[in-house]
């Protein structure tokens, strides 16, 4: 099984940035959907921005403006850049993977993935 393997997660104020970032050597020579999800406690999972191997990229409405999801230089790492933060951008993001194939039908569906990293914790106080 391909392990993703996020990164960057940590505490910020509103308003403050963060940058997370999903590693798999994949990546880099792979077709793949890609996606972030995050889940805040007590509430249900939720896609934040999907990207594919050919360079499309989409965003949930929430997150539009504010963060920007692309894949580094040497290809084996998707970066997901957060600004302006709130605390209602708190939870546990994770990243997720289908390979071999960029449709989806509907990207923001947690089922169409079959690989997902562990998690980083994202924390923003007011």
């Known amino acids: 099984q391909v392990q993703l393997m996020e990164s960057g997660g940590g505490s910020v104020q509103t308003g403050g940035s963060l940058r997370l970032s999903c590693a798999s050597s994949?990546?880099?020579?792979?077709?793949?959907?890609m996606a972030w999800f995050r889940r805040a406690e007590g509430k249900e999972r939720e896609a934040i921005a999907t990207?594919?191997?050919?360079?499309?990229?989409a965003y949930s409405d929430f997150v539009k403006g504010r963060f920007v999801i692309s894949q580094d230089g040497d290809g084996n790492v998707i970066d997901l850049e957060m600004k302006s933060l709130k605390p209602e951008d708190s939870g546990m993001y994770h990243c997720a993977a289908r390979w071999g194939v960029t449709y989806a039908e509907d990207w923001s569906q947690s089922g169409y993935y079959n690989d997902w990293g562990q998690g980083t914790q994202v924390t923003v106080s007011s």
């Open positions: 994949r990546f880099s020579h792979r077709t793949f959907r």
């Open positions: 990207l594919t191997s050919d360079g499309r990229s």
